[in-house]
């Protein structure tokens, strides 16, 4: 088991640019987390899908940002157009059920630097 | 609504103390609590759950932490601090039904520093 799969590691990019960020999740997992980590905020939960639909995205913060899941083995996070503030390590998370009891497993995270 | 809240944003012990961190909670449903630990430039890997079984529960790396309902607690406790433990750890809640169902609140996290 791979463990989730996210991409890139790192980006940079400049303000203004378009920006997507990708997870693989855990086969067989049904519900999956994307979370933003900074100094400031700490752990932000943005979205969660269960069976690849969004389920609760009230912690997206504007229009800015988007997320798909087109299918049980992918899901992307999007920030178009991108802004410094946006700056920060963006976790992908997976879990078996929706209601969390087994944990979540997280990625290893994208670090998103906006200049 | 939920909330948890982590005593001490740092708590440094020397090599071969006890390790004390700790974890508050608010929850209006019976709660599932969870710490994870994340070393640098990774992602959160579970210590250890409390989902209503046990209320001491023993998790990896000889950690352990208790449930306590009348003081909503969940501290986490380690006999003797290594140096890999050093780390930041964060204590997580899941409101077990509800409109949080599903969904963990985090706690702003605890920077374990061990001295030598």
């Known amino acids: 088991d791979a463990g989730v799969i996210q991409s890139p590691r790192h980006e940079v990019t400049e303000m203004g640019q378009e920006v997507t960020l990708r997870c693989k999740p855990i086969s067989g997992h049904n519900s999956l987390f994307w979370y933003r980590q900074t100094m400031m905020r700490g752990l932000e939960l943005l979205i969660y899908f269960n069976n690849n639909v969004p389920i609760d995205d009230s912690g997206m913060p504007e229009d800015r940002f988007s997320a798909k899941m087109p299918n049980a083995s992918f899901s992307t996070l999007k920030i178009q157009p991108s802004e410094p503030r946006d700056s920060a390590v963006y976790f992908c998370a997976s879990s078996p059920q929706v209601d969390g009891v087994s944990g979540y497993t997280f990625g290893s995270g994208t670090r998103l630097t906006v200049v | ?116």
């Open chain 2, 1 to 116: 609504a939920q909330s948890v809240t982590q005593l001490g944003s740092h708590v440094s012990v020397s090599e071969g103390a006890l390790v004390l961190l700790r974890c508050n909670y608010s929850s209006s449903v019976p709660p599932y609590l969870f710490w994870y630990v994340q070393y640098p430039n990774q992602g959160l890997q579970l210590l250890l759950k409390y989902t209503s079984a046990a209320t001491l529960v023993k998790g990896i790396n000889g950690f352990e932490a208790e449930f306590k309902k009348s003081e909503t607690s969940f501290h986490l406790t380690k006999p003797s601090a290594h140096m890999s433990d050093a780390a930041e750890y964060f204590c997580a809640l899941n409101g077990a039904g509800g409109t949080s169902y599903g969904k963990l609140t985090f706690g702003q996290g605890t920077i374990l520093t061990v001295h030598p």
